[in-house]
C-alpha cells in the first residue's frame, strides 16, 4: 500500500468541504489538498435526503457561501436547486477533480515526530493510507446512516409502510393514501404540505408542539437590490440585512420571550381556521429558540390545514395497530403510509478515530477552541455550525480563519499549531447548548465547551466576524512549534 502525501486533507465533500477547498484553493494555489468523500456524490446532506419538499429552513443568501452569490429568485430554496449550486461550485473553481469518492475514513493518527497526520481510510474494500500537514474535518454532526426512530410498540403489526425520511425509496407511492407523519420538527413541517397534495390526507402526529413562523418563500428587497445593484453587491447587501433580522429575532426570543411567544401564536392564528385549537397544536411548551424555530414557506403548511389536506393531532402514541396508529388517549389514526419524522443521530466526527501521541482522543474530555479546534490536538481543525442561524455563516468564517493560521505559520516557519487550555478558571460547558432531542442524546459524546473566550463555540456571527477574520492568531491559547 503505497501512501500519498498532500498539504491539507478535507473529509466531507458537503456544503462545508466544498466550501473550506474552494478557500484553500485560492489561497494557495501552489498547495496540495485532497478531499475524502465516503458517499459516491457531491452534496453531502443535500444529496442524501430525498424526501418530497425537502429545502433548506434558512434563506439562500445566509445558507450560501460568502464568495459565490446566490441569484435565484427563490430565497427560501429546495434541495435539488441547493444541490446544484454546491456542485457548480466544485466544478468552476476545478474542486471536483480533488475528490476521492468512496473513500470512508476510520481513523487519522498524528505523529508529532514528522509533523503529520497519517489517514486510514477505505476503498472498494481495500485500505487506503495519505499523510497530510493538515486536517480539516468537514463531516457535519450526524450519523449518515440511520436517523433515530423511537420502538413503537406493535409495529410489526402495521399493514401499511413505515419509512424515515433520512432514507426515503424513490418507488414509494402515497397518492390518494392516508398518510401520518410523526413529528413536528423542520422535515415533519415540510413533508407535510409537500405530501398533502397528493397524498388522500396528511396527519402530523405530535407529541407536543413546535414554534413554526411563515416566511415568503422569495426575498422582494433581494431580488429588487439584484437588478439594481447587480449579483455581488446585492448579495453582500441582502446576507447582512438577513443576519441582522435574524439576531434581532433571536436575542428578541431569548430576552422577551414572552413577547415573541405572542407574535408567533397571533400570526398562526390569523393563517389557521376560524376556532382552530391552537394551544393544543401550536402552544409549544418551550421557550422560543430553546429549539431552531420551524419555517413555513409562504405558509404552505397553514394552507394545507386551512385546505383540509392536512391536519394536526397531538399525542402520544400506545401503539401501532394493523390499520394505523392508537393514541394513550384511546383515540385512533388510520394510515396506509407512516413517515417516522422523528430526528437524527448525531455522530461526532463522522466517527473518525483519532489518535494523537499514540493514545484515543476521547473527545468528551477535550474542549473545543473557538468552537473549530480541539485542545491537545494538532493541525485539526473541524466545522460545526450555529444552531440558530445558517450553518454555512459560521463555515465560511471558519475556513477563513484556516487560511490566517495557514498563512501565520508560514510567516513564522511553524509546522505545529495546537490549541492549550491550561487555564484552571476555565469549567466545562456543553458544546451545543440547545435542547433539541437529537442534540440532548448524543451531546455527552462531543467535545466540550468553557465557560469564556476562546473556548466557547459563539452562536453570533457579528462577534464571529470580529474575532475570526481580524482577531489575534497567536492569542496565547494557541501554542505554536517548529520543526
Request: contains cysteine; charged residues 20%.
Amino acid at each position: 500500500m503505497t501512501t500519498e502525501h498532500v498539504d491539507v486533507l478535507i473529509i466531507g465533500a458537503g456544503l462545508s468541504g466544498i466550501g473550506a477547498a474552494h478557500h484553500i484553493h485560492s489561497a494557495f494555489p501552489r498547495r496540495t489538498y485532497a478531499i475524502l468523500e465516503a458517499r459516491e456524490a457531491i452534496g453531502g446532506t443535500w444529496d442524501l435526503f430525498r424526501y418530497p419538499g425537502v429545502r433548506s429552513d434558512s434563506d439562500m443568501h445566509t445558507l450560501g457561501y460568502r464568495f459565490r452569490p446566490w441569484t435565484q429568485a427563490k430565497s427560501i430554496a429546495d434541495g435539488p436547486s441547493i444541490l446544484e449550486y454546491i456542485r457548480e461550485t466544485a466544478a468552476d473553481a476545478g474542486i471536483d477533480r480533488h475528490i476521492r469518492f468512496g473513500h470512508r475514513v476510520v481513523q487519522a493518527s498524528w505523529s508529532t515526530a514528522d509533523s503529520k497526520w497519517t489517514v486510514d481510510a477505505e476503498h472498494n474494500g481495500k485500505p487506503v493510507q495519505l499523510t497530510t500537514s493538515f486536517l480539516y474535518l468537514c463531516t457535519g454532526y450526524y450519523h449518515y446512516e440511520a436517523g433515530h426512530t423511537p420502538e413503537f410498540p406493535g409495529i410489526s403489526q402495521f399493514g401499511g409502510t413505515v419509512v424515515h425520511p433520512q432514507h426515503w425509496p424513490a418507488d414509494l407511492d402515497y397518492k390518494n393514501k392516508k398518510v401520518v407523519v410523526i413529528g413536528s420538527g423542520a422535515t415533519a413541517v415540510t413533508l407535510v404540505p409537500a405530501m398533502a397534495s397528493d397524498a388522500e390526507h396528511v396527519t402530523m402526529l405530535q407529541r407536543s408542539p413546535t414554534y413554526i413562523a411563515a416566511m415568503p418563500g422569495e426575498d422582494k428587497i433581494a431580488n429588487r437590490l439584484r437588478k439594481l445593484l447587480g449579483n455581488r453587491r446585492a448579495y453582500s447587501i441582502t446576507r447582512w440585512k438577513n443576519v441582522a433580522v435574524a439576531t434581532l429575532i433571536y436575542q428578541l426570543s431569548r430576552r422577551r420571550p414572552s413577547l415573541v411567544k405572542s407574535l408567533l401564536r397571533k400570526a398562526a392564528a390569523r393563517q389557521l381556521p376560524p376556532d382552530y385549537d391552537i394551544d393544543t397544536h401550536f402552544n409549544p411548551r418551550y421557550q422560543p429558540w430553546d429549539q431552531r424555530l420551524c419555517l413555513a414557506p409562504d405558509g404552505d403548511l397553514f394552507r394545507a390545514i386551512r385546505r383540509g389536506r392536512a391536519s394536526v393531532v397531538t399525542g402520544h402514541i400506545r401503539e401501532f395497530t394493523p390499520t394505523g396508529i392508537r393514541l394513550k388517549s384511546g383515540s385512533t389514526v388510520d394510515a396506509d403510509v407512516v413517515v417516522t419524522a422523528t430526528g437524527l443521530r448525531l455522530l461526532a466526527f463522522g466517527g473518525i478515530r483519532l489518535i494523537v501521541g499514540g493514545h484515543d482522543v476521547k473527545l468528551p474530555e477535550t474542549m473545543a477552541y473557538k468552537g473549530m479546534m480541539l485542545s491537545g490536538v494538532p493541525n485539526f481543525v473541524f466545522t460545526i455550525g450555529y444552531t440558530n442561524a445558517s450553518w454555512t455563516l459560521k463555515a465560511d468564517l471558519v475556513s477563513e480563519y484556516v487560511v490566517r493560521l495557514l498563512r501565520h505559520m508560514d510567516a513564522h516557519g511553524y509546522s505545529r499549531c495546537v490549541p492549550a487550555n491550561d487555564d484552571p478558571t476555565v469549567t466545562e460547558q456543553p458544546l451545543l447548548d440547545f435542547q433539541a432531542g437529537y442534540v440532548l442524546r448524543a451531546i455527552h459524546e462531543f467535545p466540550k465547551a468553557g465557560s469564556r473566550a476562546p473556548w466557547q463555540l459563539g452562536m453570533s456571527y457579528a462577534h464571529d466576524v470580529v474575532n475570526l477574520r481580524f482577531g489575534k492568531i497567536d492569542d496565547g491559547a494557541m501554542r505554536f512549534t517548529r520543526a
